[in-house]
């Protein structure tokens, strides 16, 4: 996934925490286009073309390590239909899904924390594609945070964890 340092700014997502450099195979289950975000006229759609389940977590923070493919396209209107828009190449991304504690990696190999219950406009689009990559079997709203509730998500951390072994110690 390109996002521009302007789109990574605006939406408070630094660039290198949503890529990560790894091969990637497609897995069974996909989710459908969605809508990430849309802020001042800007609709970030997204598009999981793949998933795949590459570690677990440990005894003591339970969970699975999945690498998805996301590509965006941008549009002026939540309403745009995925096949109109002009989808960028396909890039990994990869997410701790864990109940006690979510997250993302970012470029770096560390982990970073997501609350995905609090409502924070600044992380709607990773916590949509949090739920995407880690529920996608879930009939998911269109309030992100709500949908996290729903699936039994509560209030969790959002500090930064050096790498994977960090993460799921207690």
Do not use: K
């Not at 789109?7 to 925490?17: E, G, K, S, V």
């Not at 006229?41 to 795949?52: L, P, S, T």
């Not at 309403?79 to 006690?100: G, N, R, Y």
Request: hydrophobic share 45%; with cysteine.
């Amino acid at each position: 996934m390109t996002i521009t340092s302007t789109t990574a700014r605006r939406f408070a997502i630094p660039l290198p925490a949503l890529l990560l450099p790894a091969l990637l195979l497609p897995g069974a289950l996909m989710a459908a286009p969605y809508l990430g975000r849309c802020q001042m006229g800007e609709c970030i759609h997204v598009d999981q073309v793949a998933r795949e389940v590459v570690g677990e977590g440990s005894a003591a923070v339970p969970g699975d390590l999945v690498i998805v493919a996301l590509r965006t396209a941008v549009s002026a209107s939540p309403e745009a239909d995925p096949a109109t828009l002009d989808w960028e190449a396909p890039a990994p991304v990869q997410f701790f899904c864990s109940e006690t504690r979510p997250a993302f990696r970012a470029g770096d190999g560390s982990y970073q924390g997501l609350d995905l219950v609090t409502p924070v406009g600044a992380t709607t689009l990773v916590t949509a594609m949090y739920l995407h990559a880690c529920h996608p079997e879930a009939d998911l709203a269109d309030d992100p945070f709500s949908a996290a509730a729903a699936l039994g998500y509560g209030a969790t951390g959002t500090e930064v964890f050096a790498d994977h072994n960090a993460l799921t110690a207690r």
